[in-house]
């Protein structure tokens, strides 16, 4: 009851079957949808697990690519489900421990981009731009976190990273 009387007042909204927010306006647009990885981050909060965004949405997260996926995936060690926000439909899909490993890290969102440019198409432009972009911090984590990536990639990640903690 106490939900009904919230979404009645408009303090709340619902966004699907068990999933609420406190909607957002903007004063030109009205009101705002929420993110993709806000709607995923309170599916995992409530299940309990962790996310790992992945394909051409971890791609465009980094600034590798342009296109803006309809259907945007996250790995997940938990269950799979799929969730339709408006005309956004957020896939969270079962995946290995080991590609969990760097979950919420920026290599992990790095090795996911890679994976979906594949081996034979990530370019020397979208390399530099990493190695431009990503903190200190992270380009050694990067470099780290390699023994966790197709070995492919290891070569890339060293460039982003200027060989730093090679081992």
Do not use: C
Not at 37 to 64: E, V
């Amino acid at each position: 009851m106490a939900l009904s009387r919230l979404l009645d007042a408009g303090t709340i909204r619902r966004l699907v079957r068990g999933l609420y927010d406190y909607p957002r306006t903007h004063e030109k647009l009205g009101p705002l949808s929420p993110t993709p990885k806000m709607i995923a981050q309170a599916i995992s909060k409530s299940d309990g697990t962790r996310l790992q965004p992945s394909g051409a949405y971890a791609a465009n997260l980094l600034g590798l690519s342009d296109q803006v996926p309809a259907k945007i995936v996250f790995l997940t060690d938990g269950a799979e489900k799929t969730v339709q926000v408006g005309t956004q439909t957020i896939q969270l899909r079962r995946t290995t421990p080991k590609n969990m490993v760097t979950a919420d890290r920026m290599s992990g969102l790095v090795i996911q981009a890679f994976r979906y440019l594949g081996k034979d198409h990530v370019r020397p432009k979208q390399v530099n731009w990493l190695r431009d972009k990503l903190p200190t911090d992270d380009k050694a984590r990067l470099w780290r976190d390699r023994v966790y990536a197709p070995t492919w990639m290891h070569p890339y990640f060293k460039q982003i990273s200027e060989g730093g903690g090679e081992s």
